[in-house]
């Protein structure tokens, strides 16, 4: 029996713009921005030997059969692999289905794990590549696995999987914090087979990446998300009713893509009053702050 476990950071994503037209999956993919949380998806694999390959994937301690970019990515290894019997046991920090990444670090970190406990003996960039493949055969996502693999607040300036996207950082990510308050949940699925929503978000959001690529500041993001939040017209009323209210005490706040979730990015001594008062506006719901990871994936010890 062999085990190995895999990390990958949960990440919100503020403007995008969809490249999803090339007939090569690796070269599918986004061109955005976002940032990666220091809280995120963490996946432990055991595997032996069997007559017959065979799998069972648990989420957060719950047997699932629905867990279908993990049977993906699966359904890829086990060409490369003689039988096993496999165990896939995901702890998700974040929530899911509400723009934090999850399907997509949860695609990686069970790749990095597998090929890890299954002697695979693919690259890390195959691993991460496969990954990258399953969740833009499963319309989960576009840019997510790479983010997850490079981690950090940056802006994706090409769009493909690791080893053939690219971004450039934000600087001093460490002193900053993300302030979130999720309300529920929006299919990623469903909005970006949307051709009304996908002709908005490229409408907008190829000259954010611009803008952001030719000055990344942290304050130019937040006021770019903001104006691409309101531009694709997904805003709720609960949103609707947390930014006025934020906007009047001083704090810009946007939209998830996609989720029903308010963040903003901010220097870490802004960041506590900024919860105090979002939990005053917004009474009922927990107001989480956490930092920005700087690894990315990671196989753990």
């Known amino acids: ?24 999956l690796l070269q599918k993919g986004s061109r ?41 990515v699966l359904n890829k290894f086990i060409k490369s692999i003689k039988p096993q019997a496999i165990s896939v046991e995901h702890f998700v920090e974040t929530p899911m289905v509400a ?61 493909g999987a690791p080893g053939i996207g690219d971004s450039i950082s934000y600087p001093n990510s460490r002193d900053l914090r993300v302030v979130y308050l999720h309300f529920g949940s929006i299919s990623t699925k469903e909005a970006l087979a949307n051709l009304v929503l996908r002709a908005k978000i490229n409408d907008l959001g190829g000259r954010f990446v611009d803008e952001l690529q030719r000055q990344p500041t942290t304050e130019r993001f937040m006021r770019f998300s903001r104006e691409f939040a309101e531009h694709v017209g997904l805003v709720t009323p609960k949103l609707r009713s947390l930014f006025e209210k934020m906007d009047s005490a001083g704090y810009t706040f946007t939209m998830a893509m996609f989720g029903e979730v308010a ?17 005053k506006a917004v009474p009922g719901y927990e107001v989480v702050v956490v930092g920005v990871d700087r690894e990315g994936a990671k196989i753990l010890d």
């Open 1 to 24: 029996m062999r085990t190995a476990s895999a990390y990958a950071p949960g990440h919100l994503t503020g403007l995008f713009q969809i490249c999803d037209q090339s007939p090569d």
């Open 99 to 159: 723009g934090f990444g999850s399907s997509g670090g949860g695609a990686l970190s069970l790749a990095l794990a597998l090929n890890e406990a299954t002697g695979a003996g693919w690259s890390r960039i195959e691993a991460s590549n496969t990954a990258h493949i399953a969740e833009i055969e499963c319309g989960t996502g576009l840019g997510s696995v790479f983010a997850a693999e490079r981690g950090g607040f940056g802006v994706l300036i090409k769009p």
């Open 263 to 279: 963040f903003s990015v901010m220097p870490k001594e802004k960041a506590l009053e900024a919860a105090a008062l979002l939990e």
């Open 32 to 72: 955005g921005s976002g940032v990666s949380l220091d809280i995120g998806v963490y996946t432990k694999v055991t595997s032996e030997p069997a007559k017959k390959t065979n799998w069972a994937i648990k989420i957060n301690g719950e047997q699932t059969n629905g867990a279908f970019v993990s049977e993906n």
